[in-house]
């Protein structure tokens, strides 16, 4: 009995002193990160980090703006626009966003080094008033927060840089050449069913060599390879890759918010939720891919000549 009754002693005394370590541990830990040198280390640290988190916000403006779909749309998915941005350029760079722009300003691009000065003055800005004054925060203080203050610095480097009005020419050219890629699809459709119409009708046609030889009179090579352009090859890669995950069972239901008729496509009248189609679905992602790639060529972050974008169209249909 006295044996168990010591034993417990010595277990509640070995758990007290346990405690009084981990406290005394953690007063050595509070000391040692509200040292001047130690708050500097991780002023640093977070400035770095924060200046890709403005550059990502900045682009993911660019992007908003310049995306050729409804308000309705954008609201919706607004976060999912700010993360697809970010992976856009992450794949394209995986040494991140900051990485990326200087490659940009080393190949020449004016716009890619305004973008960074304009973000190391807001960073730098924010940051030096914490260094001149580093003794009222904490560690915790000094992680970067994209608050109003940021947003409206960034709205107003934007304006100053006319990134505005770039955004909306994006959106006009990337709205004009997805229209021009429906008409031509359309056209194309309508002249396939009026020549096999044309055929079928002619009983003098009967052999696949008679067709080839009707067809090339009409100035169509059934023999020649598809070359698409960009906005095709985007499109049917989505296509492929949404059609694999509706088979699989692994397509969610999207709602696309009526943006097709930006376009001429009318989505269906009725009281319910319309959710779209697989194709419409790959339609409004070819087209916020497209836009993406219209965006890093504006600002030259990279050049595409006939033939770089003539293998950028076949690596997105294969793909």
Known sequence: MDNNLSARK????????EVRAQKEQENRDREFNNTEDYKLKCLNRNQDEAK???LDMVFSKIYKDA????????????EDLDAEMRDFINSRCPKGMSYYIH????????????????????VNDDYNQKALNIEDY???DLTFKADDTIVNKIDVMNKKLN?????????????????SEIQRA???????????????DNINIKTEAQIDEALELRGINVKKDFEPSLFQGIMIGKLNKLQQMNESGML?????YNTLEEFGLPEPKTDNVHYATVEEQAFVETVKEYTKLNIIKALKLERFNINDIKNMAYEYASN
């Open 52 to 54: 890709g988190i403005c």
């Open 138 to 140: 904490d560690a915790n």
């Open 186 to 200: 359309k056209k194309a459709e309508n002249e396939a069913k009026a020549v096999e119409k044309e055929l079928a």
């Open 252 to 256: 969610k239901p999207v709602c696309i």
């Open 163 to 179: 990134l505005d009005d770039l955004s909306e020419t994006i959106k006009d050219n990337v709205k004009t050449s997805a229209i």
């Open 10 to 17: 010595e277990n509640v005394f070995n758990f007290l002193d």
């Open 67 to 78: 995306l050729p779909l409804n308000n309705d749309y954008k609201v919706a998915h607004a």
């Open 103 to 122: 490659e940009g300003i080393k190949k020449g691009s004016e716009s890619a080094k305004k973008i960074m000065d304009e973000t190391d003055k807001i």
